[in-house]
């Protein structure tokens, strides 16, 4: 089955910093990955997905992320860190066997220092 | 689009109530997903529906649990009777049709708390 893990629950980063969320993968097709974020008090957002084409993929607010098969990695970066980037960030990958849906990581916890 | 909408925001109950949440999708979107999230076992897929149908009930924990869609526009999660381990955050997420490859509007949550 797809699933995705996300290393550490909380990252904290001074602003202006860069900011590096991890993400690892296993699939046994080919995946469908994404980053979600959920700032407070609200539902999740997308911020990027991956579907097979280039393996850098660009987001909103600057975010990036690159899909690395043979790390079976696809972590989360942005050059510099705003505060309004504090959030919980969440790695999810399609499910497989022709189900829809997301199978979401335990998430992190983004931190921006002053 | 208002976006999808859920409510109530915030629930509490005791144990052993019944507790209907309620979720409506963005108009036009063929699927509608309910998620459940705690801090212990983070987001978990609970149920979804296809054209109101439900296609994948597996992650629903126990027969306490119910879900139904009996239009396009309208969805319930009921859980009767609530325990204590049922609080969390329960979200709504609906989306168009496979085209658009699991991009999900999530509501904006109902915090259920069973005391």
């Known amino acids: 089955a797809q699933s995705v893990t996300q290393l550490g629950s909380h990252v904290s980063v001074s602003e202006g910093a860069l900011v590096l969320l991890r993400c690892n993968y296993s699939?046994?097709?080919?995946?469908?990955l994404f980053w979600y974020v959920q700032y407070p008090n609200q539902g999740l957002q997308l911020l990027l997905k991956?579907?097979?084409?280039?393996?850098l993929v660009k987001g909103i607010n600057d975010f990036e992320a690159e899909f690395k098969k043979s790390e079976t990695s696809f972590h989360l970066t942005k050059p510099s860190a705003h505060m309004s980037d504090a959030a919980e960030y969440f790695c999810?990958?399609?499910?497989?066997?022709?189900?829809?849906?997301?199978?979401f990581g335990k998430g992190t916890h983004l931190i921006i220092q002053p | 689009d208002a976006g999808v909408i859920q409510s109530p925001r915030h629930e509490v109950t005791e144990m052993g109530q019944e507790v209907t949440l309620r979720c409506k999708p963005i108009?036009?979107?063929?699927?509608l997903f309910w998620y459940r999230q705690t801090m212990m076992r983070g987001l978990e897929l609970l149920i979804y529906?296809?054209?109101?149908?439900?296609?994948?009930d597996s992650g629903m924990p126990e027969d306490r649990f119910s879900a139904k869609m009996p239009n396009a526009s309208f969805s319930t999660l009921k859980i009767q009777p609530s325990e204590p381990r049922d609080s969390a955050v329960y979200f709504c997420?609906?989306?168009?049709?496979?085209?658009?490859?699991?991009?999900?509007?999530f509501g904006s949550g109902t915090q259920l708390s069973v005391l």
């Open positions: 997420a609906s989306r168009p049709g496979r085209q658009d490859n699991e991009k999900l509007f």
């Open positions: 699939s046994s097709v080919p995946p469908y």
């Open positions: 991956y579907t097979s084409a280039a393996t």
């Open positions: 999810a990958v399609k499910k497989g066997g022709g189900a829809d849906g997301l199978t």
């Open positions: 108009s036009g979107h063929d699927y």
């Open positions: 529906f296809n054209n109101n149908v439900p296609i994948d």
